[in-house]
């Protein structure tokens, strides 16, 4: 059978059922016109062949209106959308179209919706309506909703289990799950990672996830824009041939959460390589605090001294995998780092994020206690401008 036949007659069957909808419609009504007008022919002794056409005419004529009525478009150019959720219902649906005036019937609509199988295919997501479109296309465009995206923002530097947190607060997926994901050794294998965890390979990026987007498809979805990123780095030969791709990747992180000016994060990165060429501790603070979860607030000289091997004043050495997901331009720092001599970097602690850099243990000790020394001095005039502004009249 060829395609023109087959919509002829589909085009025939859509029509059949417009008109036996429309006769199902007034069949209440037609019932107590014809009741009343059998009274009228008695009364008037009409022959029943002039009644029955006249009856036909009628149903004909009403049947045609109804349908049109209950189904097709009425001249507008008002257009508003509609977000349809998953599991949507259809009587919700159905209401509000008839509240936007988009339908004229809410009963004829899910009629037409049922008795044509659309019922079984409404999408979830963006439809755009035109009031007063009518059944038939209001209908139609429900098979066809626009998914809806959320927009999705992972900055550098968080952990698996706050981009798992953060991820739960903008869709339905389970933390749960997703931390347990991250640690499952099968599925970590089948993205073709060794490592024990996924911590550091969920790229931080913006992503589009539509409604049914899972756990396990976000975080593939991770893991490929850092495969991608990853591919794309200018790594240095010598480098690149010393350390491994799971190792670049930890010091990247290391460099991630210690380097608050993307300026300075070739030089610490080529800091913490002259360390490790050297067989000096890193001494990243950051390590010790992915290793106690306690990501604010002062260390104390006990957790300096804690026995975890992520422990970086404590070992010498990288520690066993990422403290972060880093983002490309610490990841370019680590395989590729400033040519320096220096060992060692301290904050500034004057709110530019800034850091001092130093050849020496004597020279970098000299710069940490002028740095205190300004620190408290900064702190002396804060207290002073305060205690001035309480002290001053009204």
């Known amino acids: 059978m060829d395609h023109s036949n087959l919509n002829i007659q589909k085009l025939f069957a859509k029509c059949g059922c417009l008109w036996l909808l429309g006769i199902i419609f007034l069949l209440a009504a037609g019932g107590y016109i014809l009741y009343s007008l059998i009274w009228v022919i008695r009364l008037m002794h ?18 045609g209106g109804a349908v049109y009525y209950l189904f097709f478009p009425l001249e507008s150019e008002d257009s508003f959308e509609l977000l349809i959720p998953e599991n949507a219902s259809l009587y919700a649906v159905a209401d509000s179209l008839v509240n936007r005036k988009v339908i004229t019937n809410k009963k004829a609509f899910l009629f037409w919706l049922r008795i044509s199988g659309i019922e079984r295919k409404v999408q979830a997501g963006k439809v755009s309506f035109v009031k007063g479109e009518g059944a038939l296309r209001a209908a139609e465009k429900l098979l066809n909703a626009v998914p809806v995206e959320i927009l999705l923002t992972i900055p550098e530097g968080l952990t698996i289990h706050q981009i798992a947190q953060l991820i739960a607060e903008q869709t339905d997926i389970d933390t749960a799950e997703f931390i347990e994901l991250c640690h499952d050794t099968a599925f970590i294998h089948s993205q073709n990672i060794d490592a024990l ?151 500034k602690w004057d709110g530019t994020g800034a850091h001092d850099f130093s050849l020496t243990n004597e020279e970098h000790t000299r710069k940490k206690l002028a740095i205190r020394r300004q620190n408290k001095l900064r702190k002396k005039q804060k207290e002073k401008v305060v205690n001035c502004k309480e002290d001053s009249p009204n």
């Open 46 to 63: 009409t022959k029943i062949k002039i009644f029955l056409v006249f009856l036909g005419v009628c149903c004909l004529i009403l049947g």
């Open 197 to 347: 965890s996924l911590e550091g390979y969920l790229f931080p990026d913006t992503y589009r996830l539509g409604q049914k987007e899972n756990a396990y498809e976000i975080i593939k979805k991770m893991v490929f824009q850092f495969e991608k990123i990853y591919s794309e780095l200018q790594i240095d030969e010598k480098i690149g041939s010393k350390y491994s791709r799971h190792e670049l990747l930890t010091l990247a992180s290391i460099v991630e959460k210690e380097a608050t000016l993307a300026s300075e994060r070739t030089r610490i990165a080529g800091v913490f390589h002259n360390r490790l060429r050297l067989g000096y501790p890193l001494g990243a603070d950051p390590t010790v605090r992915y290793a106690l979860r306690k990501f604010s607030g002062p260390l104390r000289v006990s957790e300096l001294n804690s026995s975890s091997p992520y422990n970086t004043r404590k070992y010498s050495g990288l520690p066993p995998g990422p403290i972060c997901s880093p983002g490309k331009g610490a990841l370019q720092a680590a395989v590729a780092p400033m040519d320096t001599k220096e060992l060692y970097f301290v904050a």
